[in-house]
């Protein structure tokens, strides 16, 4: 059977949490060594997504392939195939960056003997190979994102997902972190899956970008796409206009100029 040109299939993928349907019936492909973006409002579904895509959570319904492989029938080849950056941060504040990445490589059975040089390679490459011997707990918020990132890339995984990587941050260490993420999806064909709620990420960096709100993906495609299709100068717009809210309460000022400009139009 030929390989399938799209490394994620999902497929009327459902979750339901008691009454509440965080996912309704997503369905959407994302090509190999592409950056899809899922864009969305507080409780829109995107990590609940994400994390039916990296098998810790079971759908209700639906299906999904990493790579071919199905997440719940083939989920330790799956599993392989991405790395995940955690919207709440995941490492040992406790052990040092080096001490985080090396627990990591034994997790993902990263044979001995590779994994020093792998580690040197990978904290070199975010920058973070002088600090190795640092306690994580010392670390800046920027830091601690980019050696989850290296820490994701470990085991050498073909996707890799990120779940609102840089949030919280200020706008250059986001800049830092991006060059890093962007920079691995050129030289290694890297798939790039990730959620954000900052418009600017997805103008900038995505190949494709699907919408979600209230479980349900409300439009999907490139940017300049989803303009001509909502009839909008900016994303910002189109995102009003399919979803009836602002992003975030901290993108309240943006939302009164837009809101602004539509009035005169
Ligand atoms: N473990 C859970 N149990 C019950 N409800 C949940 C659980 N996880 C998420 N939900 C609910 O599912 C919906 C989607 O949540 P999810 O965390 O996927 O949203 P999100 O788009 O990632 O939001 P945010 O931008 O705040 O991270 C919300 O209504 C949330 O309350
Ligand atoms: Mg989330």
């Not at 299709?229 to 994303?235: A, C, F, G, W, Y």
């Amino acid at each position: 059977m030929k390989k399938s040109d799209y490394i994620i299939e999902v497929k009327n993928l459902r979750k339901k949490f008691k009454e509440n349907m965080a996912v309704a019936d997503i369905s959407f492909k994302v090509k190999t060594g592409e950056v899809f973006a899922f864009l969305g409002p507080n409780g829109a579904g995107k990590s609940t997504t994400i994390k039916i895509l990296t098998t810790l959570l079971k759908p209700t319904e639906g299906s999904v392939h990493l790579n071919g492989f199905n997440v719940l029938k083939d989920k330790a080849k799956a599993r392989k195939s991405f790395g995940i950056v955690f919207q709440d941060q995941s490492l040992d504040i406790d052990l040092t960056a080096y001490e985080n990445m090396y627990f990591h490589a034994t997790l993902y059975k990263i044979p001995k003997a590779d994994r020093l040089e792998k580690i040197k390679k990978l904290m070199e490459m975010v920058d973070l190979w002088e600090k190795r011997k640092q306690i994580v707990k010392k670390f800046s918020g920027g830091m601690k994102r980019r050696l989850e990132i290296a820490r994701g890339l470990l085991h050498h995984p073909e996707i890799l997902f990120l779940d609102e990587p840089t949030l919280g941050l200020d706008p250059q260490t986001r800049q830092h972190i991006w060059q890093y993420i962007m920079n691995l999806n050129k030289s290694e064909a890297l798939t790039i899956f990730f959620s954000t709620h900052y418009l600017d990420e997805v103008e900038k960096i995505a190949d494709k970008v699907a919408i979600i709100d209230q479980g349900k993906i409300i439009d999907i495609g490139t940017v300049k796409e989803i303009k001509e299709r909502n009839q909008t100068l900016t994303l910002e717009e189109a995102f009003i206009k399919l979803t009836g809210k602002n992003m975030r309460q901290e993108e309240g000022d943006n939302l009164a100029v837009v809101k602004q400009y539509l009035r005169k139009r």
